[in-house]
Nanobody, 126 residues
Framework: QVQLVESGGGLVQAGGSLGLSCVAS????????MGWYRRAPGKQRELVAA???????NYADSVKGRFTISRDFAKKSMSLQMNSLKPEDTGVYYC????????????????????WGQGTQVTVSS
């Protein structure tokens, strides 16, 4: 019963680009927000980016200007374009989804999200 399916992870050299995508199951009847958490080696998980159905976005400071999140919730899909990748971007990226409204201060709270994907590995080499 996989409800979120991620794709697009891989190995890339520093300065390169990758695109991640996530698709939610048809059984999820409503979507307020989707986003990406990542877990880097030796670090706690952090919210990389999130987007609401109205198109409001939040980004981690470390990725602003380099990553762009987009969505097509009519298709239950969401994507993250990652440019100018750095070795510190390495980690497992998890798609997350909330069915219910989230105030902006709650976007980065892991408990805000009803569904988590299994994760996709992103490795950026020097």
């Amino acid at each position: 019963q996989v409800q979120l399916v991620e794709s697009g992870g891989g190995l890339v050299q520093a300065g390169g680009s990758l695109g991640l995508s996530c698709v939610a199951s048809r059984s999820i009847s409503s979507i307020y927000a989707m986003g990406w958490y990542r877990r880097a080696p030796g670090k706690q998980r952090e919210l990389v980016a999130a987007i609401t159905r109205a198109g409001l976005t939040n980004y981690a400071d470390s990725v602003k200007g380099r990553f762009t999140i987009s969505r097509d919730f009519a298709k239950k899909s969401m994507s993250l374009q990652m440019n100018s990748l750095k070795p510190e971007d390495t980690g497992v990226y998890y798609c997350v989804l909330s069915r219910e409204y989230l105030p902006i201060p709650e976007f980065a709270n892991w408990n805000s999200y009803d569904y988590w994907g299994q994760g996709t590995q992103v490795t950026v080499s020097s």
